[in-house]
């Protein structure tokens, strides 16, 4: 299933509804427009920095490899691999751009499509929080002990009993 990392736009003079509208949702995938055109989609993309970064290390990872004697097949190798890299973390070099630029993350959502992520990420956001204090949390080793009586529950694994040695 499909994950969208979710990122709110600094605060401006737009109402709540306009601001809510300004929301990005950056669908977590691999990017093949990175990926074959790695230079060309960061400046589409606007990702100066991520730009210069990529040249001044594809520069001295070139020069470096040219310097040591790697043939020319290797040499292509290696920068086939750096594009894979890119067309992978394409997302995340979003992210970080626009988060370099006053953007929050607010999280990742989890469905289908992008469509449904909005309205679950909007919904939990929407939904009532309780504000008296901590939320009581039973733990499984509690629930065995007051269901069936015991002191505490049988532990499978190398440790015979919960913190004890071996």
Known sequence: MPAFAVLEPPRRDYSA???DDRFVFLRERFSLGAFLFGPFWMIWRRLWVVL???LVGAGFI???LQSAGISGPVITLVFGLIQLLIGLEATNLLRW???RH???DRGVVI???LE???RRFFDSRAAPRPTNGPIPVSTPAHSLATQGG???PDVIGLFPEPGGGL
């Open 116 to 118: 449904r992520a909005e």
């Open 97 to 99: 751009s626009r988060l």
């Open 111 to 113: 469905a289908d499509d």
């Open 150 to 152: 015991q002191s505490r």
């Open 52 to 54: 210069i970064i990529y």
């Open 102 to 104: 006053g953007w929050r």
């Open 17 to 19: 509804s306009e601001h």
């Open 62 to 64: 070139g020069y470096g």
